[in-house]
């Protein structure tokens, strides 16, 4: 089945450091999100990617859609405490696009 | 932007009990979605709960273990029955599966 293997699987930073982290697939996927869950809350919707190769921003946050429609990046750019969490990336499922699939999660820890 | 209301947030239940956990969204949607969380793990799909129709389940859940409500299009309820410690987890509802939004979640811990 479809799975979306996310690295790496923690970080542990300094504050103001950049942080990159990617989401590989064996399958395509035509749509990627990118999720940010705090400690016990919800997962929160970071950026949503539409089309091979785009690449976009929300603040200090950059993600990009692989070329290959296999993988998808996120970049932090010069981390603060409050970017502490887990990064989960999702997809719609290949045969319900209504239905989503999570990555593993890229947990992230950032010292002050 | 949807908002999404979850109660309880936490609960701790003896095992062999049900806990039924309540979703609201602020407005209607056609679909809501149930999802667990284990302990440091991603989140998996439990089930899609439709209104006016039995909800649909994904693999390795069943209806008699998760029986899923969905009286209105803004409302749906989820019961976690004869629990046991491996039921302990975060389950988390959603609206539309697309650039879903989510519920704070319901930690459960079975004891």
């Known amino acids: 089945g479809q799975q979306l293997n996310q690295s790496p699987q923690s970080m542990f930073i300094q504050e103001g450091e950049d942080v990159s982290m990617n989401c590989t697939s064996s399958?395509?996927?035509?749509?990627w999100l990118w999720y940010k869950q705090d400690p016990g809350e919800g997962p929160v919707l970071l950026i949503a990617l539409y089309k091979a190769g785009e690449l976009t921003s929300n603040g200090r946050l950059t993600a990009q859609f692989g070329i290959t429609r296999k993988d998808s990046f996120l970049n932090i750019s010069a981390s603060i405490p409050s970017d502490v969490g887990i990064y989960f990336c999702?997809?719609?499922?290949?045969?319900?696009?209504?239905?989503?699939?999570f990555g593993t999660g890229t947990r992230l820890q950032v010292f002050p | 932007s949807a908002v999404i209301s979850q109660k309880p947030s936490r609960d701790i239940c003896q095992r062999g009990t049900s806990l039924t956990i309540q979703c609201q969204v602020d407005?209607?949607?056609?679909?809501m979605f149930w999802y667990r969380q284990q302990p440091g793990q991603s989140l998996t799909l439990i089930a899609t709960a439709n209104q006016g129709s039995e909800a649909t389940y994904e693999s390795g859940f069943v209806i008699d273990k998760f029986p899923i409500s969905r009286p209105n299009l803004t409302f749906s309820t989820l019961t976690v029955s004869n629990m046991s410690p491996e039921d302990s987890s975060i389950y988390l509802c959603?609206?539309?599966?697309?650039?879903?939004?989510f519920g704070q979640g319901t930690r459960l811990t079975v004891v």
């Open positions: 407005s209607q949607v056609t679909m």
């Open positions: 959603s609206d539309s599966g697309f650039e879903a939004f």
């Open positions: 999702a997809g719609p499922t290949r045969y319900n696009t209504d239905k989503l699939i």
């Open positions: 399958s395509i996927f035509n749509t």
